[in-house]
């Protein structure tokens, strides 16, 4: 499976203030999710991003708010702006991989954001 | 909406015996089925995925799919502690991302 690294590991930012996510791919793949966890909860998708065009956002999830990056096939980043305390959340990326088909993901270590 | 339900539990099982962690979906278009493994503070780990009605076996892992049922499981056997952790099903209908169920927190007692 791929090698997927993440940046920052954690931050603490005040409310107002945007933070950006990087998400770094050892190899070339077309899609990439990003994910919120939010404190005790499971995973919630916030939107695909694949190279070359828009992102696509889930139901509850505006660009405006989460604006993603996808400039390449190794790399995208998720901007939370204007944060809140409701933002405090760990932020995963995924890949697709393993070339069953099967639509595994695999996760990258998480962005632990607090928000003050 | 796609749902995923589990049982949050805890889940205590005794060292050695079979863990048994359940899951049903909503979604009669999901394909694929995955349960990962989350430890405290860190990221999802997949473990297994299953697309066909039956059994699939990996180790210690089996993961057994109803699709008539909606109803996807997951056993552990010769449970060791290190078996504990959280276990989250999920779902793939299709190009979209997955959804999870809030996952299952087990515990294996020494």
């Known amino acids: 499976s791929a090698v997927i690294s993440q940046k920052p590991s954690r931050d603490i930012c005040q409310r107002g203030t945007s933070l950006t996510i990087q998400c770094q791919v050892d190899s070339q793949v077309t899609m990439m999710f990003w994910y919120r966890q939010q404190p005790g909860q499971s995973l919630t998708l916030i939107a695909t991003?694949?190279?070359?065009?828009?992102?696509?956002?889930e139901s509850g999830f505006v660009i405006d708010k989460f604006p993603i990056s996808r400039p390449n096939l190794t790399f995208s980043t998720l901007t939370v702006s204007n944060m809140s305390p409701e933002d405090s959340s760990i932020y995963l990326c995924?890949?697709?991989?393993?070339?069953?088909?099967?639509?595994?993901?695999?996760f990258g270590p998480g962005t632990r954001l607090t928000v003050t | 909406q796609k749902e995923v339900e589990q049982n949050s539990g805890p889940l205590s099982v005794p060292e050695g015996a079979i863990a048994s962690l359940n899951c049903t979906y909503s979604?009669?278009?999901?394909?694929?089925f995955f349960w990962y493994r989350q430890y405290s503070g860190k990221s999802p780990e997949l473990i297994m995925f299953i697309y066909s009605n039956g059994d699939k076996e990996d180790g210690r892992f089996t993961a057994q799919l109803n699709k008539a049922s909606q109803y996807v499981s997951l056993l552990i056997r010769d449970s060791q502690p290190s078996d504990s952790a959280t276990y989250l099903c999920?779902?793939?209908?299709?190009?979209?991302?997955?959804?999870f169920g809030k996952g299952t927190h087990l515990i294996i007692q020494p």
């Open positions: 979604d009669r278009g999901s394909q694929s």
């Open positions: 995924s890949v697709e991989g393993g070339g069953t088909g099967g639509g595994e993901q695999y």
């Open positions: 999920a779902t793939n209908g299709g190009a979209d991302g997955l959804t």
């Open positions: 991003a694949n190279q070359g065009s828009e992102a696509t956002y």
